[in-house]
């Protein structure tokens, strides 16, 4: 899946989760003064013409519960990284500035669900509550990257990069909703949905002797407050609080969080990151159980019922997992609405809880395998080929990858120390250019190991593919990857 990183989660096999940290403190308000209130219309405010019976209060909390969660899950994640110590979580930093990986993750380490070993992340949040930054990137001398923007919806909407705007250097100003002041002339203006923004870049790395390389590009990547833009940058500085919890992984924190806290803390939040304008049917709906931005009517619901449609609403997300995209040849397509989810909040809330931070289809998918070529769950104990006939080859416009997970979604120390292959490893193709990956624990032999993949020893795999600027018929359906297939059977 569309899936970044950081702290550990608990193993789904359908989808894993971005393991970014977050945090909680025990204020679950805002805490910007400078942010600008959302305003609601009188007609917004009136009282519903009649009462909602209790049925139909039910219903609406759990809409409302599976709505806010990809909110609160981006804002719980927000307050952990800016609160959290670089040295001890990857993406831990201030808010404004960079914080770079800049190493693969080693086979021991096992705190990154589904790390991918294609590119090295930089991550920053964006506070446009005191206005606009200018997000800058030099000359990446032609290499594949890109930054995507996300919301706090958990919407990208904007992707700077060799696919868009190219690889040459560019100062983009992020500017949040309502502020219309004049911009210098050297930068590009992208208008942010939201006051808070998350980048999650990547950057191509072709291996661990690419690590210089692509250092050089991340050093190139800055935020600049447009206060400070043409005079000599400000020092960012983080200034921790000891109150957030910033060791609980951030779905734990959500998915335990009291249902009226739940339902204040996202109220809140709408109050400095608006509601996309599509939402309004559901905010005339929420608007009736006393849920509107910046305001919570607890004389419109009660407690055990918000308890019990959160539940529903937690249970509905998990159990749709598995089933929340195309099976195709024993892999999980998950190419609709990806990163631009529209109105469809149950398949937004279901990815941020799977894998929060999904790029659009247009940079990246992430075919998921579920089975092999007979529908059964594919095993470290058995060997299997990855056969692609020649015009099966991923078609991408950068790169692709298979890489190796256990059943938790971590790597897997092995004598070669490959966690994932691809077209950029010196791979041996069949005289008709078609192509077999071997996926197996032991070493097939000196013939074959260019093309393998190492498994562990024993329990279910968790395969991945990764396609960088996949080509239109990855998105459409036209190509799909081939079944995998058990070999050596007697």
Not at 5 to 34: E, H, V
Not at 263 to 269: A, D, E, H, I, R
Not at 328 to 337: L, V
Not at 413 to 426: C, E, K, L, Q
Request: proline share 8%; glycine share 8%.
């Amino acid at each position: 899946m569309n899936q970044p990183i950081i702290t550990r989660r608990n193993a789904l096999l359908a989808a894993t989760s971005l393991a970014a940290a977050s945090a909680l403190g025990s204020d679950y308000g805002i805490p910007s003064a400078n942010a600008q209130p959302v305003k609601e219309s009188p007609s917004a405010l009136k009282e519903a013409p009649r009462a909602v019976s209790a049925q139909d209060a039910s219903i609406i909390a759990q809409e409302a519960y599976i709505y806010l969660y990809p909110l609160i899950l981006m804002d719980v994640t927000r307050k952990q990284c800016i609160n959290a110590d670089p040295k001890v979580n990857p993406l831990g930093g201030p808010a404004n500035a960079f914080t770079h990986v800049r190493a693969f993750p080693p086979a021991e380490i096992r705190t990154v669900v589904r790390p991918n070993f294609d590119t090295l992340y930089s991550s920053g949040w964006l506070d446009l509550t005191g206005g606009p930054v200018v997000v800058s990137t030099a000359d990446t001398d032609n290499r594949y990257y890109l930054l995507p923007m996300l919301d706090m919806w958990t919407d990208v909407f904007a992707v700077p990069g060799k696919r868009t705007s190219g690889t040459g250097a560019a100062n983009f100003a992020i500017v949040p909703p309502g502020w219309s002041g004049r911009l210098p002339g050297d930068v590009e203006r992208i208008d942010a949905p939201t006051g808070y923004v998350w980048i999650i870049g990547r950057t191509q790395t072709n291996g661990v002797k690419d690590y210089p390389a692509v250092h050089k590009v991340q050093d190139g990547y800055r935020i600049t407050l447009l206060a400070d833009w043409g005079k000599a940058p400000r020092k960012i500085t983080q200034n921790i609080d000891p109150s957030v919890d910033t060791k609980t992984e951030p779905l734990r924190l959500v998915n335990n969080m009291p249902a009226v806290e739940f339902f204040k803390y996202g109220t809140n939040l709408m109050k400095v990151n608006p509601p996309h304008v599509t939402d309004w049917s559901l905010l005339a709906r929420m608007r009736r159980i006393g849920l509107a931005p910046g305001r919570f009517d607890a004389t419109k619901t009660n407690a055990e019922l918000l308890t019990n449609a959160a539940a529903a609403g937690l249970k509905l997300m998990r159990d749709k997992v598995s089933t929340i995209a195309r099976v195709t040849n024993g892999w999980q397509m998950n190419t609709d609405t990806m990163g631009v989810w529209g109105n469809f909040y149950l398949k937004r809330a279901i990815l941020a809880l799977a894998g929060l931070g999904a790029n659009q289809t247009d940079d990246a998918i992430y075919p998921l395998n579920i089975a092999d070529a007979d529908g059964k769950p594919v095993m470290a104990e058995n060997k299997y080929v990855l056969h692609f006939e020649k015009d099966e080859i991923p078609p991408v416009g950068a790169f692709w990858s298979l890489t190796m997970y256990d059943a938790e979604g971590f790597q897997v120390a092995n004598p070669i120390n490959r966690f994932a292959i691809g077209d950029r490893d010196s791979l041996k193709f069949n005289a008709n250019g078609s192509l077999d990956l071997y996926v197996q624990h032991d070493n097939p032999g000196p013939d074959k190991e260019s093309n393998w993949l190492p498994a562990p020893a024993s329990g279910a795999l968790g395969l991945t593919l990764r396609l960088y600027a996949p080509k239109p018929q990855v998105a459409d359906g036209r190509w799909n990857p081939p079944a995998i297939r058990r070999v050596g059977l007697s």
